[in-house]
């Protein structure tokens, strides 16, 4: 089954910011991921059904959450693993 894709306002923001190279990195990865969402080793801690894509080259994460009920991706957040801002502002918005 294929998961469609949804972001928060908030994120959708981030994701215009991103530069074309993390852009094409992200939507590579997104595309694996609305085939098969939940990954264990990218499962979060303490955000409810919430995982993490992560470009380890640029230090770049998007969290989504997994809302089986309506088959969809939800993007909470995108932006840098400094600080863990992009954590933060994920427990934020859920």
């Known amino acids: 089954m294929t998961y469609e894709l949804e972001f ?5 923001k981030e994701w ?11 939507k590579k990865k997104l595309a694996d991921v609305l085939l098969n ?3 264990d080793s990218a499962c ?13 080259s640029s230090g770049y994460r998007l969290v989504y959450q ?7 991706v ?12 992009v954590y933060h502002d994920a427990n934020k918005r859920l």
Request: a positive charge; hydrophobic letters at 40%; proline letters at 6%.
């Open 37 to 39: 969402p939940r990954i």
């Open 8 to 12: 928060d306002p908030r994120a959708l």
């Open 74 to 85: 939800f993007v909470v957040a995108v932006g840098k693993r400094e600080h863990s801002a």
């Open 44 to 56: 979060l801690n303490g955000l409810p059904d919430c995982y993490k894509i992560k470009l380890k």
């Open 66 to 72: 997994v809302r089986d009920d309506v088959v969809i």
């Open 16 to 26: 215009h910011k991103l530069g074309d190279t993390v852009k094409a990195q992200l």
